[in-house]
């Protein structure tokens, strides 16, 4: 922002031009250049009222800040064709402060002032605007007029609204908190969240660039690119989601974490909020969880039957731990919560610390992490072993504490489902053993590994089989090595309005179950590579997830470019 010269600067400019018509503003400033240096000591009233004790029109006063502050000019005809940059602002503060702001042709972001010294009304602005705006002089009375034309049609907010996504919030900057509620930006930021639940979107990614504001919504895991909010500044949208998830709107140098509780229709959202500073602005991730995700079967995973039938086998264990592998975003919790609701029975008291808690099941105690007040994984399972539970979940092992009382959790029988971050089912196994579990312990307590990927699934609106021919094997290669043939039948889809035009509609998994049994619990003793482990467990009737996919495909659940995405040819 420009750097402008002090009002009683400005004062004493006016004195020696001879424009001061008021021997009291005169004799102000004669004593306030020695003894009172204060701004407000020499203008009680205002520049508004200084220009009201000079013999210049708003005009003729504009032009002399001008030239004293060495700044451009603003005509009013030029600020009525600009693009407005209003609607982060409440209208009470435009008009006490008889700011403008703007955007120009070229893009960049103008601040009309008629005061260029109320540092307070500018400082407020560069925090909605940023630090980069530029400053204009405009008149008096060409502020009040195109105020009046662009401010005409914005009320104040309905309150109806903005409780279309209830979330009551107190902040002490309310200053701030003014600038981020406005109707505009309100109604924006409740349409996306609106708009992504209905795309069945799992996160909103808001992306600040230099372009301007970036929205993508990640579905069936793929970010689409969607339209970004109209007529509203970027830090603005990024102050409203601040105020929903109570995060410090003040803060801008700093990452924040938050969470928030909303109402879309007629169901309740849980959303979780990570705010990045980043170099043109902070950007936002919105991670959305449904409170209402439907029934959690087995079904809908898509384990293949013989699968199917070794995990119901496995759940039948009365101790021991079983492991679900994958990267982020791979279905592990849901195939978490939906074996827990297969445990769900009278006869059984079940114990989960999970960070978060995204599926609540009833009859299943749940409880989440927080790590500010000691309560991690590790703590929460020293302290469920003396609730007399049947089953723990540990949403996940991070570190070597957490995965030792893990194991002893199940050795002292109780059954144990937790996650890990692997590639494999096999490579869970030496993951296990360098986060310091002895061998001896993990061969007598760990049962299975499940590995797994989503995949998206087709449209089964638009899908149709197609014959493979020589010239899909030409673009791309990857087909022969996957085992496909010219001649062979395969499904792909067009795209419709069902799937908006991409084929896709949902996810399944691809998976691959590692049940151990006395050769694979040998390799264990002998801390055998994931590599020899994985051939084992394939010579013992276990389904790769590339094998799986490929069945899937031939199905006609889902593409070859699909498994290609999400897995590896071994």
Known sequence: MSVVQSASQFVIHLQNAGHLR??????????????????????????????????????EFADEAVRFHKLSR???????????LVSPFSQRFLRETLIFPYQSADGRVLLAVADP????ARRAAEIVLGPAIEIRIAA???????????????????????????????DDIESLRDLASGAPVVRAVNDLLEKAIELRASDIHIEPFQTGLTVR??????LRQVAAPAGVLPQAVIS???????????????????????R????????????????HGESAVIRILPKDRGLLVVDRLGFAPADEARLRRLLKLPHGMIVITGPTGSGKTTTLATILSILNEPVRKILTIEDPVEYEIPGINQSQIKPA????????????????????MVGEVRDSETAHVAVHAALTGHLVLTTLHTETAAAALPRLLDLGVEAYLLRSTLRAVIAQRLVRQLCERCKSSRILCEEDFADDPRLATLGFRPGESIYAAAGCERCGGHGYRGRLGVFEVLELNDELRALIGEKTDGLKIDQAAIRAGMTTMLDDGLAKCRAGLTSPAEILRVTTTR
Do not use: C, Y
């Not at 503003?25 to 200084?50: H, I, M, N």
């Not at 919504?217 to 793929?222: N, P």
């Not at 007040?373 to 723990?392: E, H, K, N």
């Open 240 to 262: 409203r989601i601040k105020i929903i998830a109570s995060l410090n709107i003040a803060e801008r140098r700093l990452p924040q974490d938050g969470a928030a509780r909303l």
């Open 22 to 59: 008021s021997p009291k503003v005169q004799a102000s400033s004669d004593s306030a250049a020695t003894d009172r240096p204060q701004d407000d000591a020499f203008l009680p009233l205002g520049t508004r009222k200084l220009w009201e004790l000079t013999d210049l029109s708003a005009s």
């Open 373 to 392: 007040i000691g309560l991690t994984f590790a703590s929460a399972l020293r302290s469920f072993v003396r609730q007399d539970p049947d089953v723990i």
């Open 74 to 84: 603003v005509t009013l005809q030029e600020m009525l064709k600009a693009a407005p």
């Open 117 to 120: 010294t109320d540092l307070a």
């Open 140 to 170: 008096f009375d060409d502020l009040a007029v195109v105020l009046d034309q662009r401010l005409a049609g914005d009320g104040p907010e309905d309150a109806s609204e903005i409780d279309g996504f209830r979330q009551p919030h107190e």
């Open 264 to 279: 879309a229709g007629r169901a309740d959202t849980d959303i979780r909020v990570a705010i990045m500073p980043t170099q």
């Open 217 to 222: 919504f990640r579905i069936d895991g793929l």
